[in-house]
């Protein structure tokens, strides 16, 4: 049974530009937030089947709704994140209590080093080993990942991302539990496009057009053989579809005017 | 300018994720050059690998970009020791663990500061002055108690030779010895240097040292020449050489055999001995010139043209000359104090003086060695004059081409 940590929207808006997506101008409505959100995880808790763990938001910390972001649980273990911008790090005690109040062994780097939790750290679901993959560049620090290594005892393969619209490793590469992976190559540099290569064998590699991946085709949660995405992106639904996958897409362009859709808004905690 | 250089490590997953090649590939590509050290790769794939980049461009600021852009991708500059320094315990004795120098330029980290070594030869301490901040090399006779030397290899760090902008025979550095090669464009290449030190913008200083073979076999007028014309600024020789040359000047023999006629001339023996004596009477090579005794010839001309001059004095020597210095260390003291400045070293017919003028030049100085055995460029090298260029020929003939090739009517 796979465990997502959510957060309720209450508190989502637009209040500040740290990507290329966030406009102060193109503001949140509310309710309509609310419904996707709720549709989202009316999706996840019914028909994917997933636990859902909700966390209580902050007043004046929007982008809490994004859990992806709190950090990066592997076992009983839990590092929380360091973000880039001081706007979200404010959001860093919420998190970090919350882990240790859960009873996880809350492990810190160096305030020095960005982390931006499971939204750069991203392993195949449900392979116990294997490599992780860790997006660099533009928010979490290459280092972080020689640390976190360490920690987990695992390869972890840094990846340079190069286009700032796909600010997170979850943004553009999302991988499957059967050992696909949904991904836009172009967010990558040509030395990470070769790694990928090697690493993920020419059939297993699910390619995702330039339109889909500005709809964050990829930003896409996969337990078992569902995968939930969001809504607009026919074309790798029936990717996965071919592959024996099992769709649901899901509107969430809401979260889209903060650069976030459906695997922005979980953190699995298994 | 030596090249300036950093070493940067890199730790993690770094083989397969293409991270190394990324920063080596960017190292080059932006300009620089890097030496990969100690890499040590993880065993298991979980195990992460480790790699020292030693990162040389040829600017600070060159450096500071390419060190900006690897630094993204996790390669950061190590954290380094200032050297360690130990005092020596008595004048002339050295710490047990003394560092000791190669010919290549040097530079020790103090306060956190990497200091150029003044001075650089090899085989010689390093002493440095925390407070300047300084650094100097220091022959083992020339230490004094208390002086804080150098210890272990911490802090230190030797620089590569840079290549140099001209694309001449000394652009190769390395030693190259062979009597089955056409020397035109050897000795062509050196006139290019020689006149560029006497006339171009950098001036420099030419430095020529020298055995009596020069004027035995016939290259006393070439030399003479090159000296008078201002292409010569500093001699090493020997007793034999000066007295030879001036044996000459009075009696045109050399060692009794006629220059001219090419023949032994009878008592031709003594003639080397009456000169030394003469010029002992007189007091000084210098006074028997401005008197007028001694006219022509390469002591003449070097005093004419205030050429520094260190002669220095062997078991064997006949008198010797006065101003030859007897006391080894310090003709060796007077050679390196010569040293300063000289921008091209000719090393000529001469072995053991040879081998000692390569021990004190640093490996900055472009450097021939001619002689006729070719054991002498290859004992030069081996030594570790590396970048001397070894021409296997005559010293006259040496002398003549090069002086024609600058211009020598005769």
Redesign the interface.
Known sequence: MSRLLVCPPDYFSVAYEINPWMRLSNRVNPERARAQWSGLMKVLEEDVGAVLVRMKPAPGLPDMVFTANAGTVCGRRAVPSRFRHPERQREEPYFEAWFRKQGYEVQKLDDDLYFEGAGDLLGFPDSVQGAWFGGYRQRSDIRAYVRLGELFSREIIPLELVDSRFYHLDTCFCPLSGGELLYYPTAFDSYAKTVIAERVGEPFRLVVTETEALRFACNAVCVGKHVVLPAGCPRAMTLLETRGYQPHPVPLDEFMKAGGSAKCLTLALE | MATIQETVVL???II????L??VLDTILMMGGTFDLQDVRIGVT??E?SRARIVVRAASTELLAEILEAIQ???A?VERERDCSVELAPADGILPDQFYATTHLPTQVRLNGQWVEVEGIEMDVAIVANRSRPSAKAVPMHDVKQGDAVVVGRDGVRVLPLERPKEQDVFGFMEAQVSAERPHGHIIADIARRMRALRDGQGRGKVLLSGGPAIIHAGGREALAWLIEEGFVHVLFAGNALAAHDMEAALYGTSLGYGLTAGRSVPHGHEHHLRTINRIRAIGSIEQTVSTGVIQDGIMAACVRRHVSVVLTGSIRDDGPLPGVITDTLAAQSAMRAALPGVGLALLVASTLLSIATGNLLPATVPTVCVDVNPSVPTKLADRGSFQAVGLVMDAASFLRELARELGYKA
């Not at chain 2, 397969?16 to 991270?19: A, N, Q």
């Open positions: 730790h993690g997953h397969d994720s293409l991270i090649a990324k794939r979980d992460p993204p991708h996790g950061s």
